[in-house]
């Protein structure tokens, strides 16, 4: 039996007039007259809107002057679909919070002074300032470890010099190591320890909108949701420039005001700005976009959940958007059986092969049309109707002896065998 010629061709793919070429949620194409058309399914036109409110973040900063917080939203309630609008509005909204709240702030420690014996047990202590202006009744803090160089009956090793002064400015630290002989390596009383020390380096050249401190990194970023400095990037000691307080640190190292921040996003290397879009590179199906300096993520479309008789599609175009389809038994496919053939007159004198189209196609709509002029007459016409129907497609003629009566005569008559059974717009 011959094979229908294919009338279109997509990747190498040949598709027989009014046949489905591709679809995906947003439209259906067909081959028509060596063409592909495509028709647009409005009802999956979907427009963006905003999701709630989060709740509002904590505080950037736990005194005055204040810091700030935050709550965001997304445009994905639902997000939008086949060319639908995109919400309109920010993403992120901004207060001010904690402006009046007074404040506590220490200095850095001090390196941990050296041990107080040469040998055996002894006391390392280190010291921390309340600075001025600070709320905090204006004491110093100590505090104390213990430690051990060597025990008294035992020679375990020897110091090494000192290190060159490493930091970026005006101080750094040097360090020294307490090194184990070889012999005394398994000696458990014997342990490899370091002492640290400031040193001065050359003086710091800050911008106008920097200031020198001890705690260089203790600075506010404009990155993801105006980041707040750690504790430990606070109390650790590194002497250089930082950003004067009420100043943020941006993506190109200058000291900016809140207003001027660009939110940005770090992603792997790179840098994504606010409201910037990116597909996942790790789950190619969802879309991300940097939203208040927060990355968030969302499938390009939701997986649908299929009716009992039917199953997902992934669509060689668009597989990340699946649609439901009618599963293989139901859906319109040529059927073949064994009958004796009638036109209600004659009827063949034995059982022939058959082949017909049975299943279902997808469902059909109508929709009203907008007109730019007023018709005499309202016909059906004037509806956008999209249907489809199970059709076959013709390939030969078969013959078969049949009796026709009322003298029984054995006549030949023909009856048309089928290619194939396609959806196909309905005629």
Not at 94 to 120: F, M, P, R, Y
Not at 121 to 144: I, M, W
Not at 234 to 246: A, I, N, P, V
Request: with cysteine; net charge negative.
């Amino acid at each position: 039996m011959q094979s229908c010629p294919p009338v279109c061709n997509i990747s190498d793919i040949g598709f027989a007039n009014f046949e489905l070429m591709r679809e995906d949620i947003c439209e259906k194409c067909y081959c028509e007259g060596f063409n592909e058309t495509c028709f647009k399914n409005e009802f999956s036109i979907i427009d963006g809107n905003w999701t709630e409110w989060t709740e509002w973040s904590d505080c950037s900063d736990s005194c005055e002057p204040g810091g700030f917080r935050q709550r965001q939203r997304s445009c994905s309630n639902p997000l939008p679909q086949c060319g639908g609008k995109e919400c309109v509005g920010n993403s992120t909204e901004l207060e001010a919070c904690n402006t009046d709240k007074k404040c506590c702030v220490h200095g850095t420690w001090s390196c941990w002074s050296s041990c107080d014996q040469e040998c055996g047990p002894g006391k390392q202590t280190r010291n921390r300032t309340v600075l001025a202006e600070s709320f905090c009744e204006g004491y110093s803090e100590s505090d104390q470890q213990d430690c051990e160089i060597q025990p008294c009956d035992v020679i375990c090793g020897e110091w090494s010099s000192w290190t060159d002064c490493k930091g970026e400015c005006g101080e750094g630290t040097s360090t020294r190591t307490f090194t184990v002989y070889d012999n005394q390596t398994n000696n458990p009383q014997c342990n490899i320890s370091e002492q640290v020390e400031r040193c001065p380096l050359q003086e710091c050249v800050c911008d106008e909108n920097e200031e020198i401190s001890s705690t260089a990194d203790c600075e506010y970023k404009c990155g993801a949701s105006f980041q707040s400095p750690t504790s430990s990037e606070c109390e650790t000691f590194k002497y250089g420039c930082k950003c004067k307080h009420g100043l943020f640190r941006n993506e190109s190292g200058h000291c900016i005001s809140k207003e001027d921040c660009n939110l940005y996003c770090s992603v792997g290397d790179s840098i994504k700005q606010d409201k910037e879009m990116w597909i996942d590179p790790e789950r190619e199906c969802y879309t991300c976009e940097c939203i208040g300096g927060n990355v968030q993520c969302q499938r390009k479309c939701e997986i649908p959940e299929c009716n009992s008789d039917e199953e997902l599609f992934f669509p060689e175009i668009n597989p990340c958007c699946p649609v439901c389809k009618l599963k293989s038994e139901n859906k319109c496919q040529v059927k073949v059986d064994y009958q004796y053939l009638s036109n209600g007159t004659c009827t063949a004198i034995q059982k022939v092969k058959v082949t017909q189209c049975s299943g279902h196609c997808a469902e059909s709509t109508s929709g009203v049309m907008l007109m730019s002029y007023k018709p005499d007459i309202v016909t059906d016409d004037m509806f956008n109707n999209k249907c489809e129907c199970c059709q076959a497609k013709a390939i030969k003629l078969r013959q078969v002896t049949v009796l026709c009566p009322p003298d029984n005569i054995e006549t030949v008559m023909y009856y048309p065998e089928i290619c194939s059974c396609d959806c196909t717009k309905c005629r």
